[in-house]
């Protein structure tokens, strides 16, 4: 009696960024992530407790992004009495597009890629 094949259900996962020489991750789903959150709440503060990240490292990798870029992703205005808040420039807006389309064309091609070559041998 042979045993029974169990019928796995795979689900790709991945995690995608863009390095330049000598500079790693410039920008990748954690800053992508950072700077959506950011859209959505008006806030560098809100999106790094958000996302569970310090502010400080929520600004430095802004930062890093943005020196290796070459443009301002965000904006701030610092609180008082209207409060504070943080935008995404228009560059930083391209960006987020930008890298949410690359993204989604990829995983549709690490899906099929599944598909193709490892469905058939499970």
């Given at each position: 009696?042979?045993?029974?094949?169990?019928?796995?259900?795979?689900?790709?996962?991945f995690?995608l960024?863009?390095s330049?020489?000598?500079?790693?991750?410039?920008?990748?789903?954690?800053?992508?992530?950072?700077?959506?959150?950011i859209?959505?709440?008006?806030?560098?503060?809100?999106?790094?407790?958000?996302?569970?990240?310090?502010?400080?490292k929520?600004?430095?990798?802004?930062?890093k992004?943005?020196?290796?870029?070459g443009?301002?992703?965000v904006t701030?205005?610092?609180?008082?009495?209207?409060?504070?808040?943080?935008?995404?420039t228009?560059a930083?807006?391209k960006?987020?597009?930008?890298?949410?389309?690359?993204?989604?064309?990829?995983?549709?091609?690490?899906?099929?890629?599944?598909?193709?070559?490892?469905h058939?041998?499970?």
């Open positions: 009696m042979s045993p029974r094949k169990k019928q796995l259900s795979l689900t790709p996962q995690k960024w863009l330049a020489k000598g500079a790693e991750g410039i920008f990748g789903d954690g800053k992508w992530r950072l700077l959506a959150t859209q959505e709440l008006g806030s560098l503060k809100s999106a790094a407790r958000t996302l569970k990240m310090s502010y400080r929520a600004w430095g990798d802004l930062r992004a943005e020196k290796h870029l443009v301002r992703l701030r205005q610092r609180g008082g009495c209207t409060g504070g808040g943080t935008e995404l228009d930083g807006k960006w987020l597009r930008g890298y949410t389309r690359l993204r989604a064309d990829a995983e549709k091609a690490v899906v099929r890629g599944v598909e193709k070559y490892i058939k041998i499970t």
